[in-house]
């Protein structure tokens, strides 16, 4: 089957650098993105891993290995407006897309 | 500015009633989708369209009809049959379903039983 994991939540505080995993569980898939979705509010795109390694974007950072089924974003000099939910998304083929249920993020000041 | 537009943002939808969300985007994109999202839960692929006059089930079709009459529309009918349709509705669109590619959300809809 295919399945997904993020942490239902996390706080960290403003200013910090806080890192969300993922870990997934599937045959095969195109990509994996990550979408930042505010309460109430449509997901917007941050990032995507085609291949290994990182790709840095800003304070955004996202990390892909297919070996170890693991995706991690990391988010650098946090800001309130960070608090959000983040979605891990996998693309496994065309109209094919998994969402993850989520990460909740919380900064406090 | 280009993007994907939904209406209404709120609806409310009585025992037995058919609702219909609006979907428009002036992307030019040919591939176009149907989300929901419950709490705790990762968005469910509902309908997707990959080109005029044709669409196709996702996950949960279930209670729920589309139409794909025009590249830039793609309404969702929730219907009476679909039991438990409280829940926010997010329409989404794509360059092509074939290939790897950004989906780009409208703003969603939230619909609620009364």
């Known amino acids: 089957g295919q399945n997904i994991d993020q942490p239902t939540e996390m706080t960290a505080t403003e200013g910090a650098i806080v890192q969300i995993n993922c870990t997934y569980q599937t045959s095969g898939f195109n990509g994996l993105f990550w979408y930042q979705q505010h309460a109430g509010e449509a997901p917007t795109f941050l990032s995507y891993?085609?291949?290994?390694g990182l790709e840095e974007k800003g304070r955004f950072s996202s990390f892909l290995s297919r070996s170890k089924g693991y995706s991690y974003l990391l988010l650098k000099e946090l800001q309130m407006k960070d608090s959000a939910s983040y979605l891990c998304?996998?693309?496994?083929?065309?109209?094919?897309?998994?969402f993850g249920a989520g990460t909740r993020l919380f900064v406090k000041a | 500015d280009g993007g994907i537009t939904q209406s209404p943002k709120y609806l409310f939808r009585k025992e037995g009633q058919n609702v219909t969300l609006s979907c428009e985007q002036n992307?030019?994109?040919?591939?176009m989708y149907w989300y929901r999202q419950d709490p705790g839960q990762g968005l469910r692929l509902i309908y997707y369209s990959q080109i005029v006059n044709d669409f196709q089930k996702g996950d949960i079709a279930e209670g729920y009809s589309v139409s794909r009459e025009k590249k830039e529309s793609f309404p969702l009918t929730v219907t009476s049959a679909q039991k438990n349709p409280t829940a926010f509705y997010l329409c989404?669109?794509?360059?092509?379903?074939?290939?790897?590619?950004?989906?780009?959300f409208g703003e969603g809809s939230w619909l609620t039983v009364v």
């Open positions: 992307l030019n994109h040919d591939a």
């Open positions: 989404a669109s794509s360059i092509d379903s074939r290939q790897l590619g950004t989906i780009y």
């Open positions: 891993n085609v291949l290994d």
């Open positions: 998304v996998l693309n496994t083929g065309g109209f094919k897309t998994i």
